[in-house]
């Protein structure tokens, strides 16, 4: 293989590249929704704005069942180790976004809960991932935005 192969543009434009920019602009323009969003309690609304939220407690939001859910289920489903999970637990419970409970399944085990205030969040975080889809299709147009919609949905499954 010759070196003239193995330059060029190939490296910044392939679609796992692409595909990874795209994620980190959306989040990053979630967090900025939030951020000024007037129902997210102000330390939290403070503490985003600073960027001290980050896609890392997103997890927690996207992931967490609204009914609560063990540390465990909760790690599996965002792809990350426990303990990385119970530390995000530990950030988010000290910020008011959770708290642990004993499991009604199980009284060995915890579950990790939503407080009113980790509610709002949630609240919060459906609004600006509304509002970011919205500005995506009005960047790139409905149909294109469909299209993109199926086929990641269809890569993902």
Known sequence: ???????????QTHLGRLLGLAMRRFDERVLVLMASNVNVPLGLSHLAARGQVGAAHIHITRHLAVEGS?????ARAAGMSKQAMGNLVDQCEAWGLVIREPDPRDARAR???????GLAWLA????????????FR???????????ALGLEAYAS
């Open 1 to 11: 293989m010759m070196i003239e192969d193995l330059s060029g543009g190939w490296r």
């Open 70 to 74: 063990r540390l465990t289920d909760l």
């Open 111 to 117: 579950q990790v809960c939503f407080t009113p205030v």
């Open 124 to 135: 919060a975080f459906r609004e600006a991932v509304n509002q970011a889809e919205r500005e």
């Open 138 to 148: 009005s960047a790139v147009g409905d149909e294109v935005a469909t299209v993109v």
